[in-house]
C-alpha cells in the first residue's frame, strides 16, 4: 500500500487525500485538478528522511 498525504484546496477549501508514490523521488510536482471542483492545483509533494510525507497544492 502505498503512503497517502493530503493537501487543502484554496479554490473550495475541501482537503484532499492524495496517494503517494515514493518510487518517483523525495521530491515531486504535479498538477491535479481537484475531485471536489474541477480546478488544477499544483501539488508539491515532499518525503523526509524519516519517510514522513507532506503536500501542498496551490492553484494553477
Known amino acids: 500500500m ?3 498525504s493530503e493537501y487543502l484546496c484554496e479554490a473550495c477549501g475541501e482537503m484532499i487525500v ?3 508514490d515514493p ?3 523525495t521530491r515531486q510536482q504535479y498538477v491535479e485538478d481537484c475531485p471536489v471542483c474541477c ?4 501539488i508539491t ?5 524519516r519517510g514522513r510525507v507532506h503536500a501542498a ?3 494553477e
Not at 480546478?39 to 499544483?42: A, L, T, V, Y
Request: charged share 20%; hydrophobic share 40%.
Open 18 to 20: 492524495i496517494p503517494v
Open 23 to 25: 518510487a518517483a523521488g
Open 45 to 49: 509533494v515532499s518525503i523526509d528522511e
Open 57 to 59: 497544492g496551490v492553484p
Open 2 to 4: 502505498s503512503p497517502e
Open 39 to 42: 480546478r488544477p492545483n499544483i
